[in-house]
């Protein structure tokens, strides 16, 4: 039966706490370590030196770092993400705003890449060898050379400006033509989303290719690969039942690397496509010095991340039942 010890599994949410508190103090003492303040924009020529401490006690830049460091953690770990100086909002109706829209386009591309990405690594793994795979297998490497905002680049450049066939910008019709319901909401962010889910998953699902194939090649050649053959069990069943399943376990850890370099990729993909999402404000924040809405999105990135590490131990004991965290403690 699989399952996970509550001692371990206590034990891990205690980590993966202090691990968000140490990214935490990561990001106030770098974000500060940079040269120039967002007050900066908000100070004109002939401010008195009261008017300026007065901006500054404002956004609590009169306090010493120290107050401001048990301040920023003591909100943060409550939910208070402060306000925007740039924006002139709450920093978490920003979030409220934007971070649906990346996730739709986080989500949609994670789950693509991680399925054909493994589908196709289960095949060539199990054709070890032979030309489909050495064929398949160095066409990969060569597109998981290229950079994602030159494949961005070049999509517009074919699906757009040749082809006139997708947009390469927003989220939505500027100026629509059409009414407004539900499913014409729908079909138009479908129709804006393709390219830059097109542009994230042309290169993304490399990755977890890379780690399926080579555990594939390792799990063939296990002895209960060849009880299952020597069942009569057919090829195919063999090697979804019994081959994939086991060497999908080191794909769960490389979903999480993956998840990480995709929150990167986006954050580009976003910027190319002008996409409304927590890319453009990340990039914003801080070219503005903007130290609330670059914590705030920082933090939110490193939650998603320590929690999908979190979640892979889970998916180890569905992939493998043998796999019992923590019954030893």
């Known amino acids: 039966m699989t399952r996970i010890s509550g001692k371990y599994l206590a034990k891990r949410i205690v980590v ?9 103090s990561l990001l106030f003492v770098l974000l500060r370590s940079m ?37 920023f953690m003591i909100n943060y770990q ?11 909002a709450p920093v978490s109706d920003l979030m409220i705003r934007r971070l649906p829209r990346t996730l739709i386009l986080f989500g949609a591309t994670f789950l693509i890449g991680f399925i054909i ?35 961005s680049w070049l999509f517009i450049w074919v699906f757009n400006y040749e082809l006139g066939w997708l947009p390469s910008a927003y989220m939505f019709t500027q100026f629509p033509e059409f009414q407004w319901t539900a499913f014409t909401v729908m079909r138009d962010v479908l129709y804006h989303i393709a390219l830059p889910i097109l542009s994230l998953t042309f290169i993304g699902w490399v990755g977890s ?26 090829e195919r069943t063999v090697m979804i039942k019994h081959a994939a399943r086991n060497a999908l376990i080191p794909v769960a850890t490389g979903a999480v690397v993956g998840l990480a370099f995709l929150i990167d990729g986006s954050i580009i993909i976003e910027n190319v496509f002008n996409w409304p999402g927590m890319g453009q404000i990340i990039v914003t924040s801080v070219l503005n010095r903007d130290f609330p809405v670059a914590q705030a999105t920082f933090f939110l990135l490193a939650v998603l991340v320590v929690i999908m590490r979190l979640l892979t131990d ?16």
């Not at 993966?16 to 935490?24: D, E, P, Q």
């Not at 004109?44 to 009169?62: A, C, D, F, K």
């Not at 060539?124 to 490497?141: C, E, V």
């Open 209 to 234: 290719m890379l780690i399926m194939r080579p555990t594939m090649n390792q799990v063939t050649d296990e002895g209960y690969v060849f009880l299952a053959r020597a069942k009569g069990l057919s």
């Open 117 to 151: 990405g493994p589908l196709v690594g289960m095949y060539l793994g199990w054709w070890r060898g032979s030309k489909k795979d050495k064929t398949i297998f160095s066409s990969s490497l060569l597109l998981y050379s290229m950079p994602s905002f030159w494949i």
């Open 16 to 24: 993966s706490y202090l691990t968000l508190l140490v990214i935490m």
């Open 78 to 88: 409550t939910g208070n993400f402060g306000r925007s100086p740039t924006y002139n």
């Open 314 to 329: 889970v998916v180890y004991t569905y992939l493998d039942p043998r796999i019992k965290f923590g019954e030893g403690e």
């Open 35 to 71: 040269p120039g303040s967002f007050i900066t924009s908000m100070i004109s020529t002939g401010m008195t030196s009261e008017q300026i401490e007065r901006i500054r006690e404002t956004w609590g830049l009169n306090e010493p770092l120290w107050r401001q460091y048990l301040d």
